[in-house]
C-alpha cells in the first residue's frame, strides 16, 4: 500500500463549481503538506503549504489538513478553465535535525478539467 | 533568470547506453533531488542530495548514479539505459528549512 494516496480521477467540472481534492496518508510522522499543480509538459510549481493540522486559504484555494484521520484536502472555489492541470498532494516528515529538507513523498496526481 | 535549469528538455537513446540529464540551479539550494514522474505512479524520488558530495538513494535508485561535485549541478546519469527507464524526469531543490521543494521544467526521455 501507498504512503499516499489520491484518487487520480479524471475529474471534470463546469466553470465555476467548487473542486474538492483529497489525499489519504498513512505514516503518522508527515508534518509538512503541500498542494502542486503542474501544468501539461510543465514542472510542479508550488500552490498551497501547510504545517502540521488547520486550514490555510489563498484566493480562491483553501487548503485543509486533518492530522487525526491522516487526510488532507484542497478546495477551488469559482474554478476557472486556467484551473485545468494536474493537483499533486506532496508530504514531508522531520529529518532529525527538526527541520525538513524537501524530501517528499507524492499522491498520484488527480488531473483536473475545468470546461467552459 | 534565476532556478532550476533542466538538460536536454527532451532525448531519445537506445537500450544499453549511457545517458547524462543535467541539473543545474542558481539559488545555492543545499538540497536537490531526483524524482521520475510516471503515468499511475506520480513522481518518485530517485537520489537526493544533501550538499556537494553527499548523496543519498530515495525510493528506485537502480540502474541510476549521481553525483554533486558543486552545489548548483546535479547530474543523473543512466549507466546502461532500459525501456523501464523511459519517463519524465524532474530535478527539483530545497533550502532545507519548510520542505518547499522548487522544480525544474523536466527532461522526456524515451529509451528504445
Known amino acids: 500500500q501507498k504512503e499516499v494516496e489520491q484518487d487520480p480521477g479524471p475529474l471534470s467540472v463546469p466553470e465555476g463549481a467548487i473542486v474538492s481534492l483529497n489525499c489519504t496518508y498513512s505514516n503518522s510522522a508527515f508534518q509538512y503538506f503541500m498542494w502542486y499543480r503542474q501544468y501539461s509538459r510543465k514542472g510542479p510549481e508550488l500552490l498551497m503549504y501547510t504545517y502540521s493540522s488547520g486550514n490555510k486559504e489563498d484566493g480562491r484555494f483553501t487548503a485543509q489538513v486533518d492530522k487525526s484521520s491522516k487526510y488532507i484536502s484542497l478546495f477551488i472555489r469559482d474554478s476557472q478553465p486556467s484551473d485545468s492541470a494536474t493537483y499533486l498532494c506532496a508530504m514531508s516528515a522531520r529529518n532529525a535535525g527538526g527541520t525538513s529538507y524537501g524530501k517528499l513523498t507524492f499522491g498520484q496526481g488527480t488531473i483536473l478539467t475545468v470546461h467552459p | 533568470d534565476a532556478g532550476i535549469t533542466q538538460s536536454p528538455r527532451y532525448k531519445i537513446t537506445e537500450t544499453g547506453r549511457q545517458v547524462t540529464l543535467m541539473c543545474h540551479q542558481t539559488?545555492?539550494?543545499?538540497?536537490m533531488f531526483w524524482y521520475r514522474q510516471d503515468l499511475g505512479h506520480g513522481l518518485r524520488l530517485i537520489y537526493y542530495s544533501a550538499a556537494a558530495d553527499i548523496t543519498d538513494k530515495g525510493e528506485v535508485p537502480d540502474g541510476y548514479v549521481v553525483s554533486r561535485s558543486k552545489t548548483e549541478n546535479f547530474p543523473l546519469t543512466l549507466e546502461s539505459a532500459t525501456r523501464s527507464q523511459t519517463s519524465v524526469y524532474f530535478c527539483a531543490s530545497s533550502v532545507g528549512v519548510g520542505a518547499i521543494a522548487f522544480f525544474g521544467q523536466g527532461t522526456r526521455l524515451t529509451v528504445v
Open positions: 539559488w545555492s539550494h543545499s538540497y
